[in-house]
């Protein structure tokens, strides 16, 4: 009998520490053994000429959840008006971009107890391929919920609770927020925020409806960054009150990273994530002729050019420490897309959201590491080990070692390829990203120890992703308090 399920041979491994040239012997879906040359594989995955990088994670996703009229609770039947992404069609796009795990969001009924959705969604995310973990959504924190129904999900090994500080009908208020915090404190659980500001969103909202402002575009005038950056301020000093951790989502702009950094500085428990979109899509976009800048529409709105630079700069920092996708996809056409309330629509009745899932890791490798804004390791500890680590999956996932799962992507460094919705692999008819040309891409993907892409074919068994549980926030990153950025750099200001 082979001493090994799979040897991936020759590649150069990227460990986040530098790239050893080596073997890696994967046995029982686990990283085996890592030495220059390997024998005894069953089978043998050749990575000559290719980087091998830990599986991306993507730690924030939202799959099969419902759009936001659907949280509202009708008389004991909810809604299941879900967004068109299933975990079968997300592994399928996961497995295609390189990403072997996601941790996505449970949905909460307002007017309900959390555990009936838990239980609808465990049965959902189990159809698919990849692994995946919870953020438990939070738009009703009763004490039911709070008191009684939180603790009972960390028992399962779900370990974030999410707010939104805007949104209707999601959004907390403060006393709220505050309540939440305080359930998360006692049960040791992370909080992830979405940070804008409810009521500036709704009185500019109606003054642009008034004036007759209600294409696409107006959706980025209704939220300037002053709108993140005031509830980043805001969600930080009510979870310092609470001594509580949290990660604030998807960072647009500077204004509001400096509202993080200086948190960190003070050695506050503030982590700061962000996403393609931020990096690369402007308001602009979403000046397309007729309803076409539907298409970039996401809250908190792609910001400018200018600002692009700027949350580079955050991240090289390690202010932002995390990019993942906010993959939230809605198609353009269809009875659940875009424009399913009309192509005249004012922009306040536009879903919100963008797919970006298999976009990810070529979208941050491109920009960032073949263009020379980070390095290699940034881009595993960005793309895998620190969201592992937040997310409390290391030492699990998120890095090639042995005894982790042997998640992988194998990496063309070099390959040219232009960005198209087909290439995507996923269930929503755009790619806001179309027409990007990337440099590098990934050519194979295994996730533990299973070959489950190769050449952009993905091949895997339905109902083979597995759960995973997750211990408290904030495990060690490689790169230790350096990567939350206490040290890393100066506040601005
Ligand atoms: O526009 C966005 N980001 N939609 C997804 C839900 C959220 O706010 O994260
Ligand atoms: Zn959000
Ligand atoms: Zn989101």
């Not at 924190?141 to 008191?147: K, M, Q, S």
């Not at 604030?248 to 700061?272: M, N, T, Y």
Request: some cysteine; glycine content about 12%; aromatic content about 6%.
């Amino acid at each position: 009998m082979a001493e090994y399920d799979l040897v991936v041979r020759g590649g150069e491994v990227a460990t986040g520490f530098g790239t050893a040239r080596c073997d890696i012997g994967i046995r029982g879906g686990r990283i085996a053994a890592l030495a220059d040359r390997i024998e005894g594989g069953a089978s043998t995955l050749d990575a000559g000429g290719l980087l091998v990088l830990p599986g991306g994670i993507d730690s924030h996703c939202h799959i099969e959840e419902p759009s936001r009229g659907g949280y509202v609770s009708t008389a004991g039947t909810p809604p299941v008006t879900v967004n068109e992404e299933s975990f079968l069609t997300a592994s399928t796009s996961a497995f295609a971009g390189g990403t072997t795990s996601v941790v996505c969001f449970v949905p909460q009924w307002k007017g309900e107890g959390i555990l009936p959705r838990l239980a609808d969604y465990e049965q959902r995310a189990a159809r698919g391929m990849l692994d995946y973990s919870f953020h438990q959504i939070i738009t009703d924190p009763t004490e039911e919920v709070l008191e009684r129904e939180v603790p009972q999900i960390v028992a399962k090994g779900i370990r974030s609770l999410k707010v939104f500080l805007t949104y209707e009908p999601l959004h907390l208020s403060d006393e709220e927020y505050i309540k939440v915090l305080v359930a998360a404190r006692r049960n040791g659980c992370l909080v992830t925020v979405h940070c804008e500001n409810y009521a500036a969103i709704k009185w500019r909202t109606e003054a642009l409806l008034k004036a007759g402002m209600t294409a696409p575009k107006y959706h980025a005038w209704s939220r300037p960054g002053i709108v993140e950056r005031e509830a980043t301020h805001r969600a930080i000093a009510l979870a310092e009150l609470v001594d509580q951790p949290i990660q604030v989502f998807h960072v647009s702009c500077a204004e509001a990273a400096e509202e993080i950094a200086r948190a960190q500085h003070r050695g506050l428990k503030v982590w700061g994530e962000t996403c393609p979109q931020y990096l690369t899509l402007t308001g602009a976009d979403m000046d397309r002729p007729g309803f076409d800048g539907a298409a970039f529409m996401c809250s908190p709105s792609p910001r400018t050019a200018e600002e692009h630079g700027r949350v580079w700069e955050m991240i090289r920092r390690g202010t932002l420490d995390i990019v993942s996708s906010d993959h939230c996809g809605f198609s353009m056409g269809g009875d659940r897309g875009k424009a399913s309330s009309g192509r005249d629509a004012s922009f306040d009745a536009i879903p919100n959201g963008i797919p970006g899932l298999a976009a990810r890791l070529p979208i941050l490798f491109s920009e960032g590491v073949s263009k020379g804004r980070i390095t290699l390791d940034d881009f595993v500890r960005l793309s895998a080990a620190n969201p592992a680590g937040l997310m409390g999956l290391a030492p699990r996932k998120g890095m090639i070692a042995i005894g982790a799962d042997a998640d992988l992507a194998l990496w063309d460094p070099k390959k040219r390829v232009t960005i198209t919705n087909k290439l995507m692999q996923h269930a929503i008819d755009y790619t806001p990203y179309e027409g990007l040309e990337v440099t590098g891409w990934p050519v194979a993907t295994v996730r533990r120890g299973a070959v489950v892409m190769r050449d952009g074919v993905v091949q895997a068994e339905p109902g083979t992703g597995q759960f995973l549980p997750r211990g408290p926030y904030a495990m060690a990153t490689p790169r230790g308090v350096l990567a939350h950025g206490f040290d890393a750099a100066p506040a601005p200001g």
